[in-house]
């Protein structure tokens, strides 16, 4: 799997948008871009995944460049509950792969 | 639709005594997967299970680890002997097949004293 790059911590104010950036320079045409939270020592969270197109859910929208060598995932209005470590990682599409996780970004939401 | 379910969700073992942590997938998930995060570090990757089948134990330590997934019952991570140095929070997620997104548990907290 292909490696990711992130920046280890950002801060937000509560109410902004969340832009958490991940670069994914090698990535493969078969590697989807997975995205997970880790709040305070709790069990990771799935928030959501993609593989060339944008995508949202009811959590956020992740954006994968045209060259798909980097992506961002928005939180629209960050809230205080959304402190937490985000993992963006890589994953192929083909056979049955676990999942790797990185040192993710700590990302604080401030008052 | 019950989530992944972990228990204990607290273990406390002394030194040398054996600890085995369960893990239920959620319903339809034939894909489990076993993680370690030691107090304040990431998630390490420690072995990925279908059914019956260890898929990839690469994350595994050689020695006194060893998982199994049944075909009736819960995943079992089992630690013999263990360590101080295996405190940690074990966490298990599941899939329907490999290649779907994961869910996780709460994880077990073991502690050795």
């Known amino acids: 799997d292909a490696k990711t790059t992130q920046p280890t911590s950002m801060d937000c104010a509560e109410g902004r948008a969340a832009n958490l950036p991940c670069n994914h320079s090698?990535?493969?045409?078969?590697?989807?871009v997975y995205w997970y939270r880790q709040i305070h020592s709790q069990g990771p969270q799935y928030i959501i995944h993609?593989?060339?197109n944008n995508e949202t859910n009811e959590m956020a929208s992740l954006i994968i460049t045209e060259d798909r060598k980097s992506s961002t995932l928005i939180l629209p209005h960050a809230t205080l509950r959304d402190t937490a470590v985000y993992y963006c990682?890589?994953?192929?599409?083909?056979?049955?792969?676990?999942?790797?996780f990185g040192t993710g970004t700590r990302l604080t939401v401030i008052p | 639709n019950a989530g992944v379910m972990q228990n204990p969700r607290h273990l406390v073992r002394r030194r040398g005594q054996e600890a085995r942590l369960r893990c239920s997938p959620m319903?339809?998930?034939?894909?489990v997967y076993w993680y370690r995060q030691l107090p304040e570090e990431g998630l390490k990757f420690m072995v990925y299970?279908?059914?019956?089948?260890?898929?990839?134990e690469s994350g595994m330590p050689k020695e006194r680890f060893s998982a199994e997934f049944p075909k009736e019952g819960p995943s079992i991570l089992r630690i013999q002997q263990v360590v101080r140095g295996d405190s940690a929070a074990y966490f298990c997620?599941?899939?329907?097949?490999?290649?779907?997104?994961?869910?996780f548990g709460q994880g077990t907290r073991l502690t050795v004293v």
């Open positions: 090698t990535i493969s045409g078969n590697e989807y």
């Open positions: 990682i890589v994953r192929s599409s083909t056979g049955a792969n676990n999942l790797f």
């Open positions: 319903k339809g998930h034939s894909h």
């Open positions: 997620a599941s899939s329907p097949t490999g290649r779907n997104e994961a869910f």
């Open positions: 993609g593989l060339k």
């Open positions: 299970l279908q059914k019956e089948n260890i898929i990839d």
